[in-house]
């Protein structure tokens, strides 16, 4: 009885990280907070109506991620680190990219009425690092650990995908931000569209592993039919 319990809270952690993430890009782009406009990053929302709302998702986050053990590590899988260990980094990254704001661009410097508002680029490079970090954590986790225990051959298939996907992802970033100057880049947010990408993915693989099928909506529907 115990066990069911603890697989049933597993399991609704996991949606509702999958949720968080595929959520929050959704939420910032929301016409009440943000007029509907695309910023440059997820990031740069720290620095409009909506940077509230950024930096409590990503708390929450860490919180529910700290709060994930997972299962006991199995040595005869080629486990070699612990869930508990690697939500436990993915959560202390996630916070630290809420609390360590992106830095903000020279034109909107002076303008800016936020506290702190970081104009060393130091603290841009640690707040790209945390948040890199912490997508590729998740998406690792995804296509390693969520294939263990998973029978199904297309949810394995998903997992894998998913987590490509991620590191995908920050790869595109990684060159769009370090190979093209500012003032030659084919589009402005193109830092946006990459974490975009990269929440959709593991959020979606996470909203799986977590049975997504046990989500009320679904049972609403069900019920009806």
Known sequence: MIDIHINLTYRFLRRLLGQLGIALPFILINGMGNGFDIEPSISDYYYTKMGTVFTGILIA???????????????????????????????????????????IA????????????????????????????????????????FCIGTQKPWMKTYFRISGAVVILSILFMAVYIFLFPE????FNNGVFWGEFVALLAFGS????????EEIWIFKMFKSKN
């Open 183 to 186: 003032d030659r880049r084919p």
């Open 61 to 103: 986050f860490g919180l529910f991620l700290f709060s994930y053990r997972g299962h006991e590590i199995k040595p005869e899988k080629g486990e070699k680190i612990s869930d508990n260990r690697i939500t436990n980094a993915a959560g202390l990254f996630a916070i630290a990219t809420a609390l360590i704001p992106t830095q």
């Open 205 to 212: 693989a996470w909203l799986i592993k977590g049975r997504i």
């Open 106 to 145: 020279e034109e909107a410097r002076y303008a800016c009425g936020v506290v702190p508002c970081p104009d060393s680029s130091i603290w841009g490079a640690i707040h790209l690092t945390c948040a890199a970090l912490f997508l590729l954590i998740m998406g690792i986790t995804a296509m390693t650990k």
